[in-house]
């Protein structure tokens, strides 16, 4: 993997997201309260750009008649067609045994500096 520095820290405050291009390749970066997300701008499915909404959360499992929402802040999900991912490893949401997945990178901050490890 090679070490890319997108940024400065101060470039990216909290829950926000952007996208770079790395050698080509759009990467969407998240900023979830502090903690670093990266994935490729592009859902699995048919290519859509994952990057267009923020990460939210979704339906947990719950008795009848009972609505639990959680992992805010977890989840992407595809503008065209729904397909949802973990922002953490990019697993598919509903059927997380398919080799349907989002490519997940590496970020990290050192100092000032945000790197992406491509």
């Not at 900023?31 to 994952?50: D, E, I, S, T, W």
């Not at 067609?81 to 045994?97: R, T, Y």
Request: include cysteine.
């Amino acid at each position: 993997m090679t070490r890319h520095v997108i940024g400065k820290l101060d470039e990216f405050p909290d829950d926000t997201r952007r996208v770079v291009d790395i050698d080509g390749v759009d990467i969407a970066v998240f900023n979830v309260g502090g903690a670093f997300h990266a994935m490729r701008n592009a859902c699995p499915h048919k290519g859509a750009p994952l990057c267009t909404n923020a990460p939210t959360g979704m339906m947990l499992e719950s008795a009848p008649d009972v609505y639990d929402w959680g992992r805010e802040g977890e989840i992407v999900r595809c503008p065209w067609h729904g397909f949802e991912f973990n922002l953490s490893d990019g697993k598919s949401v509903v059927a997380p045994q398919l080799k349907l997945r989002a490519r997940v990178y590496k970020v990290d901050v050192e100092g000032e500096e945000v790197a992406l490890y491509v």
